[in-house]
């Protein structure tokens, strides 16, 4: 966990951090643990606070340096989020290491030509139009697709969390998490326990130990009530309660998927959903479907009935662009199936994510980075 000091445009200083995990399960939203920091809000009653977003992507960024080398060379990626790039069809690639052997990343397109140059020490996904990404010096901004800085909003240090929907959860000095926009003001006080990004036009939050969602005035839709949320995806959010055990049995933590009034669509009755939540990725339903784990923690996928419909696999990730990645034995490869179940690009890769923008991430045997598109031909590796 990670906390990041923010400065906005000339005196306002603000404190980012990445959300916990909460085990594996809350990866995206607020945590409730922060450093001490001071900021100045410009557009809320919470003047003098800190402002601490929560975590919604994942680690692959780097942030231009006045002493990094910008010179292009062999790509080489390791982007451990895939969260949305809105189209902008940039993603983070790692190239050469500089003079003090640093790997320094930039951003490539779909034919894999840098578009933005190595420069920096870490670089994330696109979101929201923006990047956060690491100076060599360690400290954090955000870039748009051009890869200039964000002058309004400066990390001092720590991650810089993505913006969704023009937003990005906040918490400040006293504790409390709100929401902040692209220039550091407060658009919803710091007033939560913990916080998840908009999608939808709702956010998951959490007061005293219970999650419900707000729309975007801050104002509660749906009360909360759920001892996990996600948010929401194709009209649907995981979100877990506790049922009661049968007979001497305990009772159990299972989730299901609720609408947008709060009621369960599909009963809680799974471990997990989505466990694997390395590109925090806007909700659980993608194309139709959503993969969860049952028991013995095997992957399956559901539809929107909640009936099972493929696997079960030993890992996977979600659905996207008709294709999803899955590993279907111990110490196996993983490789691509359709939604038949058939595998489209065969098991051959030593780790494998979901697609976005027409590519998706892989680990080539026997260790190197790419990119692959959705046919499996290698667009871009590492040397």
């Not at 060379?73 to 790692?94: E, I, N, Q």
């Amino acid at each position: 966990m990670k906390g990041l000091w923010v400065k906005r445009a000339g005196r306002i200083v603000v404190l980012l951090l990445m959300g916990s995990l909460v085990g594996l399960l809350l990866a995206g939203c607020s945590s409730t643990q922060q450093t001490a920091s001071r900021a100045t809000s410009t557009t809320s009653a919470t003047t003098g606070s800190s402002l601490l977003f929560g975590r919604t992507s994942e680690p692959n960024d780097r942030t231009p340096s006045s002493t990094s080398s910008t010179t292009a060379v062999t790509p080489h990626t390791t982007p451990s989020s895939t969260t949305t790039t809105v189209g902008l069809g940039l993603f983070p690639a790692r190239g050469p290491r500089n003079e003090d052997w640093v790997w320094l990343w930039g951003y490539i397109d779909r034919e894999g030509h840098y578009v933005i140059a190595p420069q920096f020490r870490k670089a994330y996904v696109f979101s929201d139009g923006l990047a956060a990404v690491q100076r060599l010096d360690q400290t954090y901004g955000y870039i748009d697709a051009n890869g200039e800085f964000l002058p309004q909003i400066e990390v001092i240090s720590g991650f810089a969390p993505r913006f969704t929907e023009g937003l990005a959860p906040a918490r400040a000095d006293g504790g409390k998490v709100g929401f902040i926009d692209k220039q550091g003001n407060w658009v919803i006080s710091p007033r939560f326990d913990s916080a998840c990004p908009y999608t939808e036009g709702l956010a998951a939050v959490e007061i005293d130990g219970r999650w419900g969602y707000v729309d975007r005035t801050g104002s509660f839709v749906i009360p909360p009530r759920f001892l996990r949320a996600y948010w929401f995806s194709e009209g649907l959010a995981a979100a877990a309660i506790e049922v009661p055990g049968s007979g001497q049995e305990p009772a159990q933590t299972k989730w299901g998927y609720i609408d947008k009034t709060g009621q369960f669509i599909i009963v809680p009755q799974f471990l997990y959903a989505n466990l694997n939540r390395y590109r925090c990725s806007p909700g659980d339903f993608h194309e139709g479907l959503a993969d969860i784990v049952v028991e013995g923690y095997k992957r399956c996928f559901i539809d929107r009935a909640g009936r099972i419909v493929l696997g079960p696999y030993l890992d996977a990730f979600g659905f996207s662009e008709g294709l999803a990645p899955v590993l279907t034995q111990e110490g196996g490869k993983w490789g691509y199936i359709d939604k038949a179940g058939e595998f489209v690009i065969p098991p051959q890769f030593e780790n494998a994510f979901p697609f976005e923008d027409g590519l998706a991430r892989v680990v080539i045997p026997p260790g190197s980075n790419g990119y692959i598109d959705t046919t499996g031909r290698v667009v871009w590796s590492s040397p």
